[in-house]
């Protein structure tokens, strides 16, 4: 029998499916707290991924931790705070 994977890209064929190319542009991207921004997923870096249900939501960059920020959105009406890097960011 073959084990059914559970890796973080699992169920994520058409999410995660890339239609062009990443510039070095966006690896060096700069957002101020207090900008709103939106996740989308660069699925050529997949270290610093945030999860796959975070995918087209929006937020507010409320701080940042190294080259990351610290993006905080609202999920099923809690508050989360996410750890993102600007590749994965798109300004709103």
């Known amino acids: 029998m073959v084990v059914k994977s559970h890796g973080k890209h699992r169920r994520t064929r058409e999410k ?3 239609t062009r190319r990443i510039t070095v542009n966006q690896y060096f991207r700069r957002f101020n707290i207090g900008d ?4 989308r997923i660069e699925s050529a870096s997949a270290e610093t991924m945030p999860h796959r249900r975070f995918l087209g939501i929006t937020g507010k960059v409320t701080g940042t931790r190294g080259k990351a920020y610290i993006v905080e959105i609202k999920d099923s009406g809690k508050l989360k705070k996410i750890i993102v890097t600007p590749e994965h960011l798109k300004a709103v």
Request: charged share 30%; net charge positive.
């Open 16 to 18: 995660l499916r890339k």
């Open 36 to 39: 709103s921004v939106a996740i």
